[in-house]
Every structure is written in C-alpha cells, then in structure tokens.
C-alpha cells in the first residue's frame, strides 16, 4: 500500500509542475516564461532527490511530501523573479541592465523569506522521529536550491534563451515607435 502511496504522490507532484509551469505561461503572457521556468522549478526536486539517493534513504512518503511542500514554496521565488524582470523590462531596453536590476530589486525580500522559512522548517531537525527530521532536511534543501536557481540560474536563462530565440527568428524585438514632439 505504501508502494502505492509514493506512486500517486509522484503523480500528483508531477501535475502540480506542470500546472504551475502552464500557470506561470499564461499569467506572464509568453510561452517563454513558461520554458525557461521549467529548470529552475525542476533543478530543486533533482537536487533533492540526489540528495536522497547519495545518502543512501531512498524515496518515501515523508520524502514525496517534502518535495511537493517544498516545490510549492519555493517556485515563488521563480515567479517574482520573473515579474521583476518583465517590470523591468517596460523601464529599460538593456538586457544586462534589466536582469540586474530584477534580481537586485527582488533578491533581498527573497533571501530572507527563504531564510525565515528554512529557520521555520529546521525546528524539524531536532525531532526524535526520523521521518520528520528527513521532512525537514528535504524542505530546506527544496528551499534553498530553489532559491539559488531563482537568483542565479533563471536570470542566466533568460539571458540566453533571449539570444537563441532571437538568432532563431522566433523571437522579434519590438518594433521602436516614433517620439512625438
């Protein structure tokens, strides 16, 4: 039953990523925003999960809900990241400038959300249970990877793709508009 269990939780963890990847597509209006938040959401749940494996636990139930928790908090970050830099982007034409200036604007409030949040979960670690202290340790590593994906991974992503996208053809800058006088 317990097989089970781990299975449709997986599942379940499956369908809220990709929810929240067609989520964060449609509330930022660009198909884009939604490819290039697919890694810095994922990369969290993997490191996690290497985690668990390397350290020899393996996958269960406490696991498997550590990582939806911790998923579903930490793709906040994402999700600021992003908005930030689409603000940002109606203030200024300068790639480097704009994904600066996001990361700069948003970086602070996320860093120490994210600490709070970790500081929150580690009361976890000293349970006697190992099952709440392995909830604990997967939470706070889903945080923080997250957050580390967020700050410096999606920006550099977004630097790139940006690039691809408009070497393909598939991306065209926005025609300039005549100033009036």
Known sequence: ASYEMIFQLNLS???????????IALSMRSWRAGLVSILPNIL???????WLYLSGRGLQFT???????????A?????????????ERGV?????SVLERAVHNVGPALIVSTIVLIAGVSATLFSELPIVQLYGQIVSLVLFTGLITAMLFLPSLVSLTG?????WGALREPKATPRKA
Do not use: E, M, Q
């Open 13 to 23: 963890l499956l369908s809220a990523i990709a929810s929240i990847i067609l989520l």
């Open 44 to 50: 969290p749940i993997a490191v996690a999960g290497a």
């Open 163 to 167: 690039t691809a996208l408009r070497r």
């Open 75 to 87: 793709v906040d970050s994402t999700i600021h990241v992003l908005n930030a830099i689409r603000v």
């Open 63 to 73: 696991s498997v809900v550590g990582f939806t928790i911790g998923f579903g908090i």
């Open 92 to 96: 200024s034409r300068a790639k480097t």
